[in-house]
């Protein structure tokens, strides 16, 4: 299960048993999703996790398979620590698969063989409100074409609609840190950082990616810049990949004359 944040792809769905060369396989399952945004996100577009649907079996009289099942739905995740605006009607799926009928034609014998299982839904997560979703699980396949007791009055044969998915919620957690600043050249400062996610450091850095820190700890102090210009450090919170910058700008200050009287 989902508990304390595990997340899995969604699985595929099981072949259908065959020895007449009929039989169809299961299907795949949905893939996973996981969008990290330190910023907003909006827009009118979907992110799917669907399941596939598992294919028909061939058709047949004297002879046929058992049909595939349909692929779990897979996970999405919206960890987000901005707002989210996402208008489409559905805006996160993560279904899962129909299973394959068991396809006889036109026939009038007493055969029935197992139709696939339908694929169970996924899992979405967000922070905040979670958007219009969809975690539905797939129809199961049926036997059509067979006019017999199996086709006309129990056409499932068995197999059984995939179970509904779930849903969950994500922490947001956000680093804060200093203003911009505007300062003298060889004038001493100090700024600082901190994280609400428990347990993390902070670092300092002088790219917005990539390079080693410079210092670590929530404050970082600086004898100064001896060069006027605009200078950034970046404080991130470790482990993670954001890093949130600061300004500062240098200014060369006044320069004063005195003259004797």
Do not use: K
């Amino acid at each position: 299960n989902y508990v304390n944040g595990r997340l899995f792809l969604g699985g595929g769905g099981g072949a259908g048993q065959g020895n007449d060369g009929r039989a169809s396989a299961g299907a795949n399952g949905g893939g996973l999703a996981y969008l990290v945004c330190y910023g907003n996100v909006s827009g009118s577009g979907t992110i799917l996790a669907n399941g596939a649907n598992a294919a028909n079996t061939g058709s047949g009289c004297s002879q046929n398979d058992g049909a595939g099942g349909g692929g779990g739905g897979g996970a999405i995740v919206l960890n987000v620590n901005g707002t989210i605006n996402l208008t489409a009607a559905t805006a996160l799926s993560a279904n899962g698969g129909s299973g394959g009928n068991v396809n006889f034609g036109i026939c009038a014998n007493n055969t029935a063989y197992g139709p696939g299982a339908g694929g169970g839904g996924g899992h979405i997560a967000s922070t905040g409100a979670l958007p219009s979703n969809s975690i539905v699980g797939g129809n199961n396949g049926t036997v059509t074409g067979n006019a017999n007791n199996i086709g006309n009055n129990f056409p499932p044969n068995g197999a059984t609609r995939g179970g509904s998915g779930g849903t969950g919620s994500v922490t947001a957690y956000t680093l804060n840190a200093s203003a911009s600043q505007t300062l003298c050249t060889n004038q001493a400062f100090t700024v600082t950082a901190t994280s609400t996610e428990p347990g993390v450091s902070i670092n300092w850095y002088n790219t917005l990616v990539g390079g080693s820190a410079i210092a670590t700890g929530t404050a970082y102090a600086s004898s100064g810049y001896t060069t006027a210009g605009t200078y950034t450090l970046f404080a991130g919170a470790c482990s993670g990949t954001y890093r949130q910058p600061i300004e500062l700008t240098v200014t060369a200050g006044l320069n004063m004359t005195v003259n004797s009287p």
